[in-house]
């Protein structure tokens, strides 16, 4: 007994040891860079971007618009090829130095999201007058995703008339309808390019972005560089020719009744969550800026991984990025007060987590429900999620230490992004597939995404237009 006890004993230092040890000892590794200081004039891209989003590129007007860049970037267009792919969709060639070279991709989309009707009165400028007031630049498409697609135009234009080529080729490419889909632009473009045979270095598109303060045990800043996205998956729930008749005589359970049960099973019964990949490096990038408790627990994720994680699943923000979520989306039953309606349907939207499958998801629907009568269908239109990006390449270094040149005082990390961009249909053309653009969001300024007064600062907006021409000049060695 007395030996077993000091077996335990020991174990238990041992393990105590361990964790104070590593707690101690692992931090997040930091890069001192000088931040780089390239001139640029700040009145002159500010006006540009604000004349960007004065075309309502909702679902038309895309020729003027092209129009509008032909006139603006003339040094791109002397300089650089282009393609008009399915009427709108752009592609721009840069050639560089050494054909032998992987090109780069970098993305962006050209259209934006409608205002919502009953909401145009509640912009401070309207949606679309691209106001420069307050510091900042105002309307549709300021963050969401001008301000990615003119800052890419404006530090190539800026790196020409600087007299600079780059090494290896880089493609600009625009897609036209992102916010549906992408399937006419971005889906058609990378299309071309399995046809004609290229892979890239890598690709960078929107997605995920810096946040402040959003994270509330993380101190600073944190620029989220995507490395995966979740996939989508949307199932049809049906119940038919069950429960029906006059409302005066009911059977036990309606179809309303199994339907609703199902549901509510689903709900009760989430797809487990982990810890996945990039999330782990990402926690580890948080340790130097966390309290104490979180760092035991972030450096010793081998012993806690599932106590974060159920930590995690406390809140639907950090949820979403350790489980694949379900979300009842639609409910159709009935037709008149007094008669009981011999079907049901709706729908739940999965986003799937890496790891888990669209063929994972259904098996855990049809085991959680484990009812006949209810019918299971799969829409189409889902994809699985996408490959994760090594963290150690070289490619995910440079983009590392781009933004640590000019974001000195962020953390930069990788991270999982929870929405679908352009850049998945890019997953089989590169290896490494990033969505991170440098748009600098508090809590605050999440609603104006697809919401009410969009508008990025000026500040900001000047940052990403020496982001892009750092990352291009990174890139380049
Ligand atoms: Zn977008």
Known sequence: MKTILLFLGFGFILLLSIIVIRTLTISSESIDIVPVDISLDNNKISKHLSQAIQFKTISGEFIEFRNYLEK??????????????????????????????KPIVLMAHMDVVPIEGGTESKWTYPPFSGQISDGYIWGRGALDDKCSLIGILEAVETLIEQGFQPKQSFYLCFGH??????????????????????TFEYVIDEGNSIIDGVISFVSKPIALIGVTEKGYLTVELKVEGEGGGHSSMPPNQSSIGILSTAIHKLENNQMKPKLIEP???????????????????????????KIIAKEFIKSKTSAATVRTTTAVTMFNAGIKENVLPTSAKAFVNFRILPGDTINSVIKHVTQVINDSRVKIKALDGAFEPTSVCDTNSPNFLNIKKTVKQIFPDVIAAPALVVVATDSGYFMDLSKDVYEFLPIWLKKEDFPRLHGTNERISIDNYEKIVRFYIQLIKNSNV
Do not use: C
Request: proline share 3%; net charge positive; aromatic share 14%.
């Open 72 to 101: 603006t970037f003339p040094q791109i267009h002397k300089n650089l090829d282009r393609e008009i792919i399915n009427e709108y969709s752009l592609i721009y060639k840069w050639k560089g130095k050494d054909e032998k070279l």
């Open 177 to 198: 309808d992102e916010e549906t889909g992408g399937k006419k632009g971005a889906s058609k473009i990378a299309e071309l390019f399995k046809s004609r045979g290229i």
């Open 279 to 305: 999330v782990r490096n990402m926690l580890y990038s948080f340790i130097n800026e966390s309290p104490f408790l979180m760092r035991i627990l972030f450096a010793n994720q081998w012993l806690f991984s």
